[in-house]
């Protein structure tokens, strides 16, 4: 049964950073690339991060680039998202998701071929 657990969320001024995590379970991490979208009320899903299953190619979306970063950790089956300079339009329920790679430097933006995802966790950037 696969498992996909973020956390990390909370309320946070403007310029503040958070990190999440995603702990996976149920499927063998070194395998799939992860990435990170987020959903604002009343708005689609947007890709914000990808991060390829070697760990060694990461993509942003721009409205992100240059203030967020994502990382993983074989050893704990964890990818993370360390976010900074938050702004108030970053406020969204971010999640994480999995797909299987067999590029082991494969990034991936379309929501579309992500294989699991986390429940989501809420991120709220306001003064």
């Known amino acids: 049964q696969v498992q996909m657990v973020e956390s990390g969320g909370g309320l946070v001024q403007p310029g503040d950073s958070l990190r999440l995590s995603c702990r996976v379970s149920?499927?063998?991490?070194?395998?799939?690339?992860m990435g990170w979208f987020r959903q604002a009320p009343g708005k689609e899903r947007e890709f914000v991060a990808s991060?390829?299953?070697?760990?060694?190619?990461?993509i942003y979306s721009e409205s992100v680039k240059g203030r967020f970063a994502s990382s993983r950790d074989g050893a704990k089956n964890t990818v993370y998202l360390q976010m900074n300079s938050l702004k108030p339009e970053d406020t969204a329920t971010y999640y994480c998701?999995?797909?299987?790679?067999?590029?082991?430097?494969?990034?991936?933006?379309?929501?579309?071929?992500?294989?699991?995802w986390g429940q989501g966790t809420q991120v709220t950037v306001s003064s």
């Open positions: 998701a999995a797909k299987l790679s067999t590029y082991g430097s494969g990034i991936y933006s379309e929501a579309i071929g992500y294989n699991y």
């Open positions: 149920g499927i063998t991490f070194s395998n799939f690339a």
């Open positions: 991060i390829s299953r070697n760990g060694d190619n990461t």
